[in-house]
């Protein structure tokens, strides 16, 4: 049966505005199994962000705030000694693939609303607890904080995590986010880069063609 493999990072802006798009899609296509891929956007970054970056970041969330309607808190961007690592909200997002595979897409994007329209800081632990374990429990699941906390720690999910990175590098994925239809094996790239739910269905409706065709003449 055909799938979705979402490969993207809770901290990429772009991602953040595609979201709904998705969400929407899927919603239009009840069944379709959806895998996410986190794809370490800057991950291990051990710097705190300067100024120049502030101001490249700030110019991005611009663009997709005009682009999506979407509200973005700046609250990361005034700290002095904010570290742009992007590892530990892929890491939760896979611990989350690993305890509850129906509510990874809910806990990746309350890890984007808790950052980018909130404000939070989701390279901490704590924080991206709370946030997971909420996310999962709201989708009818049970989890508690510590739990979560235990697999998110574990050396399985640091290296479940690695080992997505490397597969996005394998792949040559060159931005976020990507979106692949895969069928018996075969990937065929939807979209990489935002696009609306609308021409999400026309190049899925696309490929769906293609293969018919293909089929007809062989």
Not at 105 to 123: H, N, R
Request: charged share 20%; glycine share 6%; net charge negative.
């Amino acid at each position: 049966m055909p799938s979705l493999i979402y490969i993207a990072d809770p901290m990429c802006s772009w991602c953040y505005g595609f979201s709904s798009e998705l969400t929407a899609l899927l919603d239009g296509l009840p069944g379709l199994r959806l895998d996410i891929v986190v794809g370490g956007l800057r991950a291990y970054n051990t710097v705190p962000m300067d100024d120049a970056l502030k101001s490249r970041l700030q110019n991005a969330w611009a663009q997709v705030a005009e682009r999506t309607g979407l509200s973005f808190s700046t609250a990361v961007l005034e700290r002095k000694d904010f570290v742009y690592n992007t590892e530990p909200a892929c890491r939760a997002v896979v611990a989350a693939r690993m305890l509850a595979p129906a509510a990874c897409l809910a806990v990746f994007e309350a890890i984007q609303q808790a950052f980018y329209a909130e404000g939070k800081d989701v390279t901490q632990s704590e924080a991206l607890c709370e946030i997971a374990a909420g996310a999962i429990a709201a989708a009818g699941i049970p989890m508690d904080e510590q739990t979560f906390l235990a697999t998110f720690k574990s050396e399985a999910a640091v290296m479940a995590t690695y080992h997505d990175f490397e597969q996005t590098k394998r792949w040559k994925v060159q931005g976020y986010p990507t979106l692949v239809l895969e069928r018996d094996g075969a990937l065929d790239l939807v979209t990489s880069g935002y696009v609306t739910m609308r021409e999400l269905v026309e190049r899925l409706q696309a490929l769906v063609d293609a293969e018919s065709d293909a089929s007809a003449s062989s």
